[in-house]
């Protein structure tokens, strides 16, 4: 492997800030930045992709606290995509609360279109079906 023999390994789906982070989690126990609202997400993409649990949980719940208008369809994405049932679930019932205001944005729009599967199960619940 080049890794060996360069000495160097190039990961290209993790920003270098992002990573840092992880890096520091698994040393010490803690990502300073980890509240800072550009860097919970990916990091919460990079904990699920290296099998940091915790770290992960630990995004979900302060994604879960800063859920708003502009980022529930990107939330909902997000807990989709990489299994996280509490923001999946606290994404869904503030999307069903404030269905009106979500279905305005250009998200919505994004979210019918590349996830018609998660936009019926959320206007279903919206409806008052689930």
Request: aromatic content about 8%.
């Amino acid at each position: 492997m080049e890794e060996k023999t360069t000495r160097n390994v190039h990961i290209e789906d993790i920003k270098p800030p992002v990573f840092k982070q992880l890096l520091n989690y698994l040393y010490v126990g803690f990502a300073p930045d980890i509240k800072n609202e550009n860097m919970t997400a990916d990091l919460l993409v990079a904990a699920d992709k290296y099998a940091v649990e915790p770290l992960k949980l630990q995004c979900a719940t302060i994604l879960c606290r800063e859920i708003k208008v502009e980022n529930a369809v990107r939330l909902l994405i997000l807990a989709h995509l990489h299994s996280v049932a509490d923001l999946f679930k606290t994404a869904m019932d503030f999307i069903a609360k404030h269905g009106k205001e979500v279905c305005s944005r250009m998200e919505w729009l994004e979210l019918i279109e590349n996830y018609p599967k998660l936009c019926f199960q959320a206007t279903q619940l919206m409806l008052g079906f689930s």
